[in-house]
Structures are given as C-alpha cells and as structure tokens.
C-alpha cells in the first residue's frame, strides 16, 4: 500500500516533500513477527533533507506548547528536530527502568505484551502545554499512555504529531480527545 500525504493546504512543494518521505520509508515484511508489515523510517532520518521536512512540518503544529515529549526511541529523534526548529525544550517519554528520576509511569497494552512508560521527574511543571511526537501511530496504545502520562503530572497536551499513521489499526480512537497529525498515512 503507497502512503498518501494528509492534510489539508498542503502547497505542491510541500506534498512532493511529503511524496519524496513515503519513498523512504522502507516495507519490512514479517518483522518484528511472521504477518506483521513494518514500516522502516530509518532511510527518513539519513537523510538530511527529508528530517528536515518531518522537523519543519512537526514544529508547525507544536503551535503555543512549551515542550515536545518525544517518546521512546525514533520519537526522541523526530521530536527533538521538532522541537528545535519550533523553539521550544523536549522531555524524553521513556521505557521503564531508563531514568535515573522518575515523575510518573504508565503502564499499557501492547498488541503482544505490556509495557511501562516514564517520565523524567522536575521536567514537566502542572499546567506546561505538551505537544507529543512519535513516529508511527498504529493501534494507539503507547500515544494514550503517554497523553495519560502527562495528564497524571499535570500537563495539558495540545495534540499528537506522528510522521506515520497505519490507519487500519484504528489508533486515532485511542486519542479521541486529541488533535492527531500525521505527515503519512498509510
């Protein structure tokens, strides 16, 4: 299946950026089990003219936040990009057991497992407006835990960038209450 560019005004400049990211994006079959379709974003990072893209067209949503929270892995890197070209500081969402300090942790459903997410403690002030980046929405599981995360320190999160949304798996249900963005759906 070819991603599609969302978004509405997008200028023709901007969607062939966004057609030239859906060709980096690599398909690895059967990983990380037998059935599952991966969607490889690493050839996006490598390349610095399409990080710049997914910098540039992430900060432009970060809109009045003060943080980015970038989440555990791929999101610490485009959410840092973000973050710098929007002007603002980033607090990593980590795995557990990653932190030296914690705040809060969260745990979640995984589509094979459970998992655990933490947030670094003195980082994220009550009332500090959060913009949350990841790099693929799938079924929704790991971007609510880390809204609810946020929410349980206090913060407001103003809405959730991702530069891949598998739109089949649903995840966007999980975030009803959040304005969700992605750069590729596929």
């Avoid at 978004?7 to 969607?15: C, F, K, N, S, V």
């Avoid at 992430?58 to 003060?66: E, R, S």
């Avoid at 990009?81 to 969402?93: D, F, N, Y």
Wanted: charged content about 20%; some cysteine.
């Amino acid at each position: 299946m070819t991603a599609q560019p969302v978004g509405a005004g997008h200028d023709e400049e901007t969607a062939q950026r966004l057609t030239r990211l859906a060709e980096l994006v690599r398909d690895v079959p059967d990983f990380p089990e037998p059935g599952v379709l991966f969607r490889d974003i690493t050839p996006v990072l490598a390349d610095a003219e399409a990080l710049t893209v997914v910098a540039t067209e992430l900060a432009a949503l970060v809109g009045d936040a003060d943080l980015v929270a970038g989440v555990e892995a791929r999101g610490f890197l485009i959410g840092s990009a973000a973050a710098v070209v929007a002007g603002v500081g980033v607090v990593p969402v980590r795995k557990a057991g990653k932190l030296p300090r914690v705040a809060a942790s969260r745990s979640y459903a995984l589509e094979y497992g459970e998992a655990t997410l933490e947030l670094p403690d003195g980082v994220v002030a009550p009332g500090t407006r959060v913009f949350v980046v990841d790099d693929v929405l799938a079924t929704g599981g790991t971007a609510a835990a880390t809204c609810a995360l946020l929410a349980d320190v206090g913060a407001t999160v103003t809405g959730f960038g991702t530069l891949v949304e598998l739109a089949a798996l649903g995840g966007r249900a999980a975030l009803a209450d959040t304005e969700v963005h992605a750069l590729l759906t596929y």
